[in-house]
């Protein structure tokens, strides 16, 4: 066992609307769209692991809170980088639920993996890599250059670095979240997306025309409708924080839900969730995007 490693913290993502751009090549693909990067993400420890203590031609044992798992974009990303070692993800996030999990996976184990051994590849490099392996595995298109970001981005064009081009929106808000369940990338992303990627850049025509929080909610329940993706305990949720909105939130966005892509996921700003009932996790937008933590021998 070699023993080096290093740490990433990558913030979670929720997606409020998106278009599906594919392409041939995987740094060209992505989406267009916008969401919120949060306080509440994923730390990804890679420890590198000597060829002689490797039990097969894996590049990777992968933990996820303790548990083993499989995210193929972690494997795609070390064999980029040609780097053997073990991945160990702590989150509090549910996974499989919207928050870009399998992107943070990729973008923290490329920083990671960097660090500990030693290769010597820029911010933009690793993003590409990590962009590109969660696009191969159609697990999310958007989700890994809005993480790099940080903040609320707004993604203009689609694609890696060299791409995509990025904005945002210029805020900062307390978030709450209840998930009800998994709803698989995977299967929309290869299922029809004409519709969606219609209703997709009509949200963001909105939200370039008037770049503030309540129209990025606003077109993300527009959007939810029109592509027809919204689940019925996500509507009701969202419902029943339009009907409590009108109670004093100390942030002043009362009654602002929306759906999380893609996943059974209701997301909120300030207290929303709250005064409707519920009972939600709580973190912030994150100010800044994914970072080494750490680095240890
Ligand atoms: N326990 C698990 N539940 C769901 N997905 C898991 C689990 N362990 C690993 N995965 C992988 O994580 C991916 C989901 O990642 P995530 O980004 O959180 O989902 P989403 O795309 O909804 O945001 C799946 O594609 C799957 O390959
Ligand atoms: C919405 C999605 C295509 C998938 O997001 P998630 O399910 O969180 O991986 C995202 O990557 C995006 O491009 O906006």
Redesign the pocket.
């Known amino acids: 066992m070699n023993g080096k490693r290093a740490t990433a913290f990558v913030p979670g993502h929720v997606t409020a609307f998106f278009s599906a751009h594919p392409a041939e090549d995987p740094a060209a693909a992505g989406s267009r769209g916008a969401g919120l990067t949060l306080s509440d993400g994923v730390d990804v420890t890679v420890t590198l692991v000597d060829d002689a203590d490797a039990a097969d031609d894996s590049p990777v044992a992968l933990a ?1 809170n303790g ?1 083993p ?4 974009a972690v494997g795609d990303v070390l064999a980029a980088l040609d780097v053997r070692a073990r991945v160990t993800l702590a989150t509090d ?13 990729a973008l923290g184990t490329a920083f990671a993996a960097n660090a500990a051994a030693d290769r010597g590849r820029s911010e933009n490099e690793l993003v590409r890599i990590a962009h590109e392996a969660e696009v191969e ?1 159609g ?2 298109l958007g ?1 890994v250059v809005a993480q790099a970001r940080g903040g609320i981005p707004i993604r203009l064009e689609p694609g890696a670095p060299g791409h995509g081009v990025l904005d945002g929106v210029p805020a900062h808000a307390r978030v709450e979240y209840v998930t009800f369940g ?5 299967d929309v992303l290869a299922g029809d997306t004409a519709a969606l990627t219609q209703a997709g850049e009509r949200a963001l025509s909105r939200l370039r025309a008037d770049p503030r929080l309540p129209t990025l909610m606003d077109a993300s329940r527009e959007f939810a409708e029109r592509a027809d993706l919204l689940v019925p305990e996500v509507a009701e949720a969202i419902e029943a924080v339009a009907t409590a909105g009108d109670s004093e939130d100390p942030d002043g966005f009362g009654g602002s839900a929306a759906m ?1 892509m ?2 059974r996921t209701v997301f909120a700003l300030g207290t929303g969730l709250s005064d409707a009932g519920y009972d939600p996790a709580v973190c912030h937008t994150h100010p800044a995007g994914a970072r080494l933590v750490g680095e240890a021998q």
């Open positions: 996820l548990e798992a499989t995210i193929g996030l549910p996974v499989g639920a919207g928050f870009g999990v399998s992107g943070a996976a595995r697990t999310g989700d998994e709803l698989s990338t995977e999380a893609l996943g």
